[in-house]
T-cell receptor, first 111, second 112 residues
Framework: NAGVTQTPKFQVLKTGQSMTLQCAQDMNHNSMYWYRQDPGMGLRLIYYSASEGTTDKGEVPNGYNVSRLNKREFSLRLESAAPSQTSVYFC??????????FGQGTRLTVV | SQQGEEDPQALSIQEGENATMNCSYKTSINNLQWYRQNSGRGLVHLILIRSNEREKHSGRLRVTLDTSKKSSSLLITASRAADTASYFCATDLSNSGYALNFGKGTSLLVTP
């Protein structure tokens, strides 16, 4: 089992460009999450999907959209990237009431 | 706002010493978890303690939970240089599905 797989691992965007971060899990979990991590800020929740077909905003949703394509895949889209979105993005899959399984992260730089 | 806050922000000790880091949170929880992150890597789950538990052990790790004070501590005994990492506590919000909220972390440096 691969667990949680994120692509790409690194990305550089110009201000105003768009991109989609991909996440897939093979553990048959219902809930999936997108976090961003900035220096000294810990992880902040952007969006989550409690089950296929549902999505909810987290703490910092502005500037992002998400799609729960199916049970396995949960993508995060930046429609018009801004320098403030420079961060490390983590996707996680979390079975109810238990630990989170994280991807290895996407390091995004917006110039 | 973030639910959990770790203390201290940074901790430097020598190999063989014990490391203690604390987490305080604000609202009712179902469980509290501790994670470890090596530089530039993803987070790895260490231990989960439920709201009806007071203490839990896993190898060299000991976690306590005091729900009356809304606080938890993580003790790493006989630390090793390989324990150098950032440690985060995470709480679920008992009235908000199952979203995990992370603190800002404690950066632990263990020197040989």
């Amino acid at each position: 089992n691969a667990g949680v797989t994120q692509t790409p691992k690194f990305q550089v965007l110009k201000t105003g460009q768009s991109m989609t971060l991909q996440c897939a899990q093979d553990m048959n979990h219902n809930s999936m999450y997108w976090y961003r991590q900035d220096p000294g800020m810990g992880l902040r929740l952007i969006y989550y999907s409690a089950s296929e077909g549902t999505t909810d905003k987290g703490e910092v949703p502005n500037g992002y959209n998400v799609s729960r394509l199916n049970k396995r895949e949960f993508s995060l889209r930046l429609e018009s990237a801004a320098p403030s979105q420079t961060s490390v993005y983590f996707c996680a899959s979390i079975p109810w009431g238990t630990e989170a399984f994280f991807g290895q992260g996407t390091r995004l730089t917006v110039v | 706002s973030q639910q959990g806050e770790e203390d201290p922000q940074a901790l430097s000790i020598q190999e063989g010493e014990n490391a203690t880091m604390n987490c305080s949170y604000k609202t009712s929880i179902n469980n509290l978890q501790w994670y470890r992150q090596n530089s530039g890597r993803g987070l790895v789950h260490l231990i989960l303690i439920r709201s009806n538990e007071r203490e839990k052990h896993s190898g060299r790790l000991r976690v306590t939970l005091d729900t009356s004070k809304k606080s938890s501590s993580l003790l790493i005994t006989a630390s090793r240089a390989a324990d150098t990492a950032s440690y985060f506590c995470a709480t679920d919000l008992s009235n908000s599905g199952y979203a995990l909220n992370f603190g800002k972390g404690t950066s632990l440096l263990v020197t040989p």
